[in-house]
Each structure stands twice: as C-alpha cells, then as structure tokens.
C-alpha cells in the first residue's frame, strides 16, 4: 500500500512520480549547474521536509520512549535486587544441602544397630502403662477408698513404674558408674533401681494381705497360697520393670538422639530454605521476564520509528 501511494497520488508533491518528473525538468534545464555546490530548490524543499519528519518522529519517539524507558530501568532495577537476595539464598541453601546430607550420613552409620525407634518405644510404654492400671486396681480396694481414688491411685503407680524404668535405661546409656560410684549420676541411677524396687514390694504387701482375707477367697471361689500369689505379682512386675528399663536402654542412644535431632532440624531446615529460594527464583524470574519484555518493547517501538523515518 504505501508503495501504492508513494508512486500513484498525483497530487502531492512529494510523490515518487512527481519527484522523477521534477528531476527531469531540471536536469533539461541545467538546475542545479554541475559545477554548483549548492541544492536545487526543490532538492533543498526534500531536504528540509526529510529534516522536519525526522524531527518529529524523533520527538514522537522520544516521548514514548521515557514510558517505555521507565518500565526498563524500573524491571533492570528490580533485577539488580534479585541478583543480590538471590545470591545469600542460594548460599544458605547450599549451607543445610550440606547440613541436611551430613546428619544423614551419620544417621546412616548407625543404621543396623539394636534401637528401638522412639514410636515403638512410645507403644510398648503406653501398653505397660494401661496394664499397670487394672492390674493394681483390684488391689488398691483394700483401703476402702472411693472406685475414682483406687483408679488414681493405680494410675500413679502405673505411670511411676514405667517412668522409673525410663530415667534408668537414659541413665544406663551414660554409663554413669565409669566416673566413680559417688557421681550424681551414678547416685540417681542406683535411686531410680532401688525405689521402683521398694514400690513393687509394698504392692506386693498389699496384695499378699488382699487375697489372705476370707472375703476374697470366698468370692472368688479359689483356695491359691497368698505368698505364691505375691511373688507371682513381683516377678510380673519385675519382668515388666526390666522390659520397660530396657526399652529405655535401647532407644535413649546420646550419639543417635543427638544426630536424629540433628537430622529433624536440618530436614526442617532445609524445607524451609527450599520454599524462600523456590520463591526468590520465582520472583526472580518473573522479573527477568518483565525485564526481557520491556527491552523488547522499547526495540519493537524503535524499529517502527525506523522504518516510519525511513519511508
């Protein structure tokens, strides 16, 4: 079309055709002179008129350029910033990367040992806890007390027991004899054998004088020796001490504790530092593009001032 128009309106001036065919007149009538260094008229009126458009499509182009200018600098700035967060997130990244794979090669040093996981250990304590409690119950009506009293009076003994054996085994775990027999330690630790010991023995008491009274061996209708009954009651719950001390024993490791615990803050760490750099690459990639589009406009827009200058 504009090479339509440039060639076949007859009635600009600045036409293609019009132009050849001044060019003709003059070159017949010798305008300019071959030796002149001077334009003729209408080479200087092409001139100024080339001039002119220039000039307005520079200012054209100007004026629409400072917008365009201003989203460019504004996204390159914007990109600056994300360079510099993107550099210290990637650095802490990196840091619980290494962080995180060294507790989990330590962890897996100790893979293969005899350990109870803390949820098994959890499950065993919770299953003596609940048997204690029925199995002291019985007893614990001797004292006449109130059917809540004797439930609460079991459940106290059911919740020391399996405590007692659960400071023991952490204890054991420290060796705390290697330092002398006068340690804090090793006092505590003989503490926590013997009062859990004292305690099995009172209960057993208790129930050698529950099923020595008439009343229950009538009731129940069995004629058993009350001592072999008690000392049937401490084994059981010697076994269950010594299950639970054990239990301790085997899942209170200090050298394992402390790299599981290492090794959950690292793991929690690192899923932490894994979102804020995610997000600050996503920031940044968004800036990257904002910034890519804007330059592409500003070119896009200066190519068409271009080609407008040059036609």
Same mark, same amino acid.
Request: charged content about 30%.
């Given at each position: 079309?504009?090479?339509?128009?440039?060639?076949?309106?007859?009635?600009?001036?600045?036409?293609?055709?019009?132009?050849?065919?001044?060019?003709?007149?003059?070159?017949?009538?010798?305008?300019?002179?071959?030796?002149?260094?001077?334009?003729?008229?209408?080479?200087?009126? $092409? +001139?100024?008129?080339?001039?002119?458009? /220039?000039? @307005? /499509?520079?200012?054209?182009?100007? @004026?629409?350029?400072?917008?365009?200018?201003?989203?460019?600098?504004?996204?390159?700035?914007?990109?600056?910033?994300?360079?510099?967060?993107?550099?210290?997130?990637?650095?802490?990244?990196?840091?619980?990367?290494?962080?995180?794979?060294?507790?989990?090669?330590?962890?897996?040093?100790?893979?293969?040992?005899?350990? $109870?996981? =803390?949820?098994?250990?959890?499950?065993?304590?919770?299953?003596?806890?609940?048997?204690?409690?029925?199995?002291?119950?019985?007893?614990?009506?001797?004292?006449?007390?109130?059917?809540?009293?004797?439930?609460?009076?079991?459940?106290?003994?059911?919740?020391?027991?399996?405590?007692?054996?659960?400071?023991?085994?952490?204890?054991?775990?420290?060796? =705390?004899?290697?330092?002398?027999?006068?340690?804090?330690?090793?006092?505590?630790?003989?503490?926590?054998?013997?009062?859990?010991?004292?305690?099995?023995?009172?209960?057993?008491?208790? @129930?050698?004088?529950?099923?020595?009274?008439?009343?229950?061996?009538?009731?129940?209708?069995?004629?058993?020796? =009350?001592?072999?009954?008690?000392? *049937?009651?401490?084994? /059981?719950?010697? $076994?269950?001490?010594? *299950?639970?001390?054990?239990?301790?024993?085997?899942?209170?490791? =200090?050298?394992?504790?402390?790299?599981?615990?290492?090794?959950? $803050?690292?793991?929690?760490?690192?899923?932490?530092?894994?979102?804020?750099?995610?997000?600050?690459?996503?920031?940044?990639?968004? *800036?990257?593009?904002?910034?890519?589009?804007?330059?592409?406009?500003?070119?896009? +827009?200066?190519?068409?001032? +271009?080609?407008?200058?040059?036609?």
């Amino acid at each position: 079309m504009d090479f339509v128009y440039r060639h076949f309106k007859p009635w600009s001036r600045y036409s293609n055709r019009y132009a050849q065919r001044r060019g003709r007149k003059d070159g017949a009538k010798n305008i300019p002179p071959p030796d002149a260094e001077e334009f003729a008229d209408y080479e200087m009126e $092409l +001139k100024n008129l080339a001039d002119e458009n /220039i000039r @307005r /499509i520079g200012a054209a182009w100007a @004026r629409e350029d400072r917008i365009l200018k201003k989203d460019y600098c504004q996204s390159l700035s914007e990109f600056e910033v994300s360079k510099r967060d993107a550099a210290p997130a990637r650095a802490a990244y990196e840091q619980i990367v290494s962080e995180h794979r060294e507790a989990t090669e330590e962890m897996g040093k100790h893979y293969g040992k005899i350990q $109870l996981s =803390p949820f098994i250990y959890t499950i065993i304590m919770a299953i003596i806890i609940v048997g204690e409690i029925p199995l002291n119950a019985v007893v614990f009506r001797i004292f006449g007390e109130a059917e809540v009293m004797t439930y609460v009076i079991s459940l106290a003994l059911a919740v020391g027991l399996p405590f007692g054996a659960h400071a023991l085994g952490m204890l054991l775990r420290k060796e =705390p004899f290697k330092q002398g027999v006068l340690t804090t330690e090793s006092i505590f630790t003989v503490f926590t054998m013997v009062m859990p010991l004292l305690g099995i023995m009172a209960v057993a008491y208790v @129930r050698q004088k529950y099923f020595e009274s008439p009343t229950v061996q009538a009731a129940s209708g069995i004629r058993a020796d =009350p001592a072999a009954v008690t000392l *049937v009651f401490v084994i /059981i719950n010697l $076994l269950i001490f010594t *299950v639970a001390a054990l239990a301790s024993y085997l899942t209170h490791d =200090p050298v394992i504790d402390n790299w599981r615990k290492k090794l959950r $803050l690292a793991t929690r760490d690192l899923q932490i530092r894994q979102r804020r750099f995610a997000e600050v690459q996503e920031r940044q990639g968004r *800036v990257v593009s904002r910034l890519e589009r804007a330059k592409a406009e500003r070119q896009n +827009k200066f190519d068409e001032k +271009k080609r407008e200058a040059e036609e």
